[in-house]
Structures are given as C-alpha cells and as structure tokens.
C-alpha cells in the first residue's frame, strides 16, 4: 500500500496547481486527475461463488478527495 501511494503522489501530486482549483476553488484537483487516472470501476470475474483474484492480488478502494463524503459503493454480479 505504501509504494502505491507513493507512486500515485508522484502521478499527481497534491501540492501542485491544478486549474480545476482555479475554477472551483475546492482545492481537490489532484483527487480529479487521480480518479481519472486509476478509472471508477474494476471488473473481476467470479467462479465458483469465489473471486478470481491472483494470489497476491486485493481489491482496494481509494477516495482521493480532499475531506469526508459519504460514498456508495455498488456490486454488480454480471452473467447466466
């Protein structure tokens, strides 16, 4: 967890100018191109009732905004 955030810093690090704070003020830029970045959805498939992840592979979940809000995350099982 510790390399991967330290590589999103260096992707888009948040003490920079973004001109999303320019024109919204909210000074959560660096949380836009972050999302942008890493996508707001993963697909993984399922067999068996089990997750096929690799064996050092985990499903994380990561807001980047600059203060709390409340999130809803949704699963969506997708076949026959």
Do not use: C
Not at 7 to 25: F, L, N, Q, S, V
């Amino acid at each position: 967890m510790h390399d991967l955030k330290e590589a999103i810093e260096r992707m888009a690090p948040r003490d920079i100018h973004y001109e999303h704070d320019t024109r919204w003020g909210d000074g959560n830029g660096f949380s836009h191109v972050r999302a942008a970045l890493l996508g707001p959805s993963l697909s993984v498939p399922v067999a068996d009732g089990k997750l096929r992840l690799g064996t050092w592979q985990q499903i994380i979940l990561i807001d980047f905004d600059n203060r709390p809000r409340n999130r809803e995350v949704i699963f969506e099982i997708v076949g026959d």
